[in-house]
């Protein structure tokens, strides 16, 4: 669980410094409620049948869903000051199905200055019980300074 209190500044990173990990948990509930909310009906993502009748082993879930991972992940260490600028491109290789969890990870590529910002590239992926699922891809931060 986050602690919202904490803000990470840019003096605080360098390169190499890795985000603590967030596992997330693929109910079918969760993937249902996910799909909802983005409005992504296509069956796939919550109906077992169809997802395998498509090739897929199991229901799983789509890019929304990965980039709201990534987006807690990445928030959750840049504090509530940080800013995300720009997440991607990143490749999805193999399925995150229900009944999986998924591991979010990161580190920090490179940190500079530019035009009054302080800028942090990181290198995000998720990991499954069967390897890395997506990524890696960068997500660039601007942090604060303290």
């Known amino acids: 669980m986050a602690d919202w209190t904490q803000q990470r500044y840019f003096e605080d990173v360098d390169e190499g410094t890795e985000l603590p990990p967030v596992t997330f948990h693929l109910t079918v509930q969760r993937m249902i409620i996910e799909a909802g909310a983005n409005r992504d009906f296509s069956p796939i993502h919550h109906n077992t049948r169809v997802a395998q009748s498509q090739g897929a082993p199991e229901m799983y879930i789509n890019n929304v869903f990965i980039q709201g991972m990534w987006n807690r992940t990445v928030q959750e260490f840049i504090g509530l000051d940080g800013r995300i600028k720009k997440v991607g491109p990143f490749r999805m290789k ?29 290198e995000v992926w998720s990991e499954t019980l069967k390897g890395v699922s997506v990524g890696p891809g960068p997500v660039l931060v601007a942090l604060p300074s303290g």
């Open 94 to 122: 193999i399925f995150n199905t229900v009944g999986d969890p998924v591991t979010t990870k990161g580190t920090v590529k490179k940190k500079w200055q530019e035009d009054g910002q302080n800028l942090v590239e990181l």
